[in-house]
Nanobody, 124 residues
Framework: QVQLAESGGGLVQAGGSLRLSCVAS????????MGWFRQAPGKEREFVGG????????YYTDFVKGRFTISRDNAKNTVYLQMDSLKPEDTAVYYC?????????????????WGQGTQVTVSS
């Protein structure tokens, strides 16, 4: 069993930045890829990006590429999502998720554990 806890969400103006954290706990939490997803009201939960277990490889969806950066500190069992140049359309609940696959997939059904989510609101 793996528990995930996100933090760092909040209200920010357009153009601003936030850094989300996701702390993993439980057995065998650290050496696996992790993904970030988001869900806006009335919309499907969508893949934002992911990171390999080592942190050497990162993956981003087109709409965040160049603005968001994913990193991890395995010593702290923590994955980060640095969000810069935020736009109102980035407003959503952001979730981190744990997968046992070798590469973080874009399909949310392939993630085994999820955090509770953290709200990000970007005002115009």
């Amino acid at each position: 069993q793996v528990q995930l806890a996100e933090s760092g969400g909040g209200l920010v103006q357009a153009g601003g930045s936030l850094r989300l954290s996701c702390v993993a706990s439980g057995r065998a939490a650290s050496p696996y890829p992790m993904g970030w997803f988001r869900q806006a009201p009335g919309k499907e939960r969508e893949f934002v990006g992911g990171i390999s277990w080592s942190g050497d490889s990162t993956y981003y969806t087109d709409f965040v590429k160049g603005r968001f950066t994913i990193s991890r500190d395995n010593a702290k069992n923590t994955v980060y999502l640095q969000m810069d140049s935020l736009k109102p359309e980035d407003t959503a609940v952001y979730y981190c998720a744990f997968t046992t696959l070798r590469v973080p997939p874009t399909n949310r059904s392939q993630y085994k554990y999820w955090g509770q989510g953290t709200q990000v609101t970007v005002s115009s």
